[in-house]
């Protein structure tokens, strides 16, 4: 029959302890176990995480939806410059911008800023061109969309209205026909923001570490799931 399967709490603790400081796995106290076995039961756990669907209440009326206009900072390491093999799915949404080497989540929460829908960019992709991913498939009927300036689309607005939504966003400073919106409301933004700190608390998030976009985008999904149980 072989040894009982061990209880999955003692690597979580771990893969908390890694991600919240940031060290490399080979710095894993020994207390939670060798370190590899760890990293092995990662992929695991996290391919549970990363389906990206999670609950949402029939009765939420407010999306909010925005990316991290600063990007995340990318670290110059052998990791992210190593040879790939020609051919092969090189895309691991890093992207030239500004600041360097950097990647963008773009986050949809809800209104008491619990996650619906996470996804990863380039850091030199404009915000709007992953809008629609963010909204599909979610109900907005009767919902007010919050988001901000890098949102500003006639389109992106139009699918929100087509929706049976209300789009709050704010028209960009050199609009021709500046759009008006309800700035009351617009406040409430702030939950996406608040949102973005509580995950920046964790260093291998504000600073990415990990090689592949399918692991860093597993780990946002990791951190999204305790922000569910802390606000849930």
Not at 121 to 150: E, H, Q, W, Y
Request: glycine share 8%; proline share 5%.
């Amino acid at each position: 029959m072989g040894r009982p399967r061990k209880d999955a709490r003692e690597q979580v603790d771990a893969m908390l302890w890694i991600f919240k400081t940031g060290a490399p796995w080979r710095d894993l106290p020994e207390y939670y176990g060798p370190w590899k076995t760890c990293l092995q039961q990662f992929p695991a756990l996290a391919e549970r995480w990363s389906v990206g669907k999670y609950p949402q209440e029939s009765e939420s009326r407010f999306r909010f939806t925005v990316a991290n206009h600063g990007g995340f900072d990318q670290c110059k390491s052998a990791s992210a410059q190593c040879w790939c093999k020609k051919g092969a799915d090189n895309d691991r949404a890093i992207g030239r911008s500004r600041g360097g080497l950097t990647t963008k989540v773009h986050a949809e929460v809800d209104e008491k800023g619990r996650p619906v829908k996470l996804l990863l960019s380039r850091g030199n992709l404009n915000d709007i061109t992953l809008a629609p991913r963010l909204v599909d498939g979610l109900t907005l009927a009767k919902c007010f969309v919050l988001a901000d300036k890098g949102y500003d689309s006639s389109d992106f607005v139009q699918l929100i209205e087509d929706s049976g939504g209300s789009a709050v966003i704010p028209p960009r400073s050199n609009a021709r026909n500046p759009r008006e919106y309800d700035k009351g409301m617009y406040k409430r933004r702030n939950l996406v923001e608040r949102f973005f700190n509580r995950m920046k608390q964790f260093r291998r998030f504000a600073t990415r570490y990990e090689k592949t976009a399918k692991s860093f985008l597993s780990l946002v999904h990791f951190f999204a799931v305790f922000v569910w149980i802390s606000i849930s």
